[in-house]
């Protein structure tokens, strides 16, 4: 049985210096739904993170870099008494081109720092998340200059149509769970 979504956090990296970058996919798709709903992310620093209200859901941002995010969202997830279950997830993935996105139930962390992190904080791997398709690298060895970099201008509108697609797949997911939006969603082709 899924468990309702009472918290959804964006992984990314904070400041402007990273804004709109490959590594903050997550921080993107949580900006669309503060909009759609008027919320507006207020900083909490002492769970070391940027939070809004949604429609009874928490929207957080850990204000941390990307690969401390379990120092926010594990001591917020204790603070709001939340099942991991019910924290939902999205990051970026670097498996999948641009344009894909999988809804997941639970899982190991695949080499994603962000996820190795929350996984240690929340003491489980047992939560739900969206993976968003960034693509790999053009060339060998240079990972951290993809997944830090901008999105190139050509792709901007792929991008558009994927962070609404991954809107919509956190919207399914908040009213009919987890399993029937991966139904969904992970059958959709990128």
Not at 172 to 187: D, L, Q, V, W
Request: charge should be positive.
């Amino acid at each position: 049985m899924d468990a309702p979504v009472k918290m959804i956090v964006g992984l990314g990296n904070p400041g402007r210096t990273y804004e709109d970058t490959r590594h903050n996919a997550g921080f993107m798709v949580l900006d669309r739904l503060a909009a759609r709903w008027g919320a507006v992310f207020k900083a909490d620093r002492q769970r070391k993170c940027e939070v809004a209200a949604g429609p009874g859901v928490l929207l957080v941002k850990p204000s941390t870099f990307m690969n401390e995010s379990g120092l926010c969202v594990g001591p917020m997830m204790r603070f709001f008494k939340l099942d991991p279950r019910s924290v939902f997830v999205i990051h970026d993935e670097v498996d999948f081109p641009l344009g894909v996105i999988k809804l997941r139930e639970k899982g190991s962390a695949g080499g994603h720092n962000g996820i190795k992190s929350l996984i240690a904080h929340m003491g489980t791997q047992e939560f739900p998340r969206l993976r968003f398709g960034i693509g790999q690298p053009r060339g060998k060895g240079e990972m951290i200059g993809h997944v830090l970099g901008k999105f190139r201008p050509e792709e901007r509108e792929l991008l558009d149509v994927t962070l609404g697609k991954a809107e919509d797949a956190v919207l399914y997911t908040m009213e009919h769970g987890i399993t029937r939006a991966g139904n969904i969603f992970n059958a959709v082709p990128g």
